[in-house]
Nanobody, 126 residues
Framework: QVHLFETGGGLVQAGGSLRLTCQAS????????MGWFRQAVGKKREFVGA???????IYEVTVKGRFTVSRDNTENKLYLQLNSLSPEDTAIYYC????????????????????WGLGTQVTVSS
């Protein structure tokens, strides 16, 4: 079992920045990929970005260039730097985790991630 705990959400003005952190604990193995999904009120959950164990990053097209995913494998932490925020980025942001076949594995598919955090709210005011 892996437990994921997100922190760093909050209220920010449009154009501002936030940094989310996800702490993984429990049976954390190497070759895992971690990432972020988000869900706004009344909308489907969507992929934001993810990173493989060896650092390969993938992003949803609307956040590419504004958001950056990074990780610290020694501390089992995942980060999401959110810049140039807009009200459309308002959502609950969820951390995800799963172990792949190798260190380069990473996915944007929701079904590929077995473990999810409870989420942290990001609210961007106009």
């Amino acid at each position: 079992q892996v437990h994921l705990f997100e922190t760093g959400g909050g209220l920010v003005q449009a154009g501002g920045s936030l940094r989310l952190t996800c702490q993984a604990s429990g049976r954390v193995f190497a070759n895992n990929a971690m990432g972020w999904f988000r869900q706004a009120v009344g909308k489907k959950r969507e992929f934001v970005g993810a990173i493989s164990w060896d650092g390969r990053e993938i992003y949803e097209v609307t956040v590419k260039g504004r958001f950056t995913v990074s990780r610290d494998n020694t501390e089992n932490k995942l980060y999401l730097q959110l810049n140039s925020l807009s009200p459309e980025d308002t959502a609950i942001y969820y951390c995800v985790y799963n172990v792949g076949l190798d260190s380069a594995w990473v996915s944007s598919r929701e079904a590929e991630y077995a473990f999810w955090g409870l989420g942290t709210q990001v609210t961007v005011s106009s």
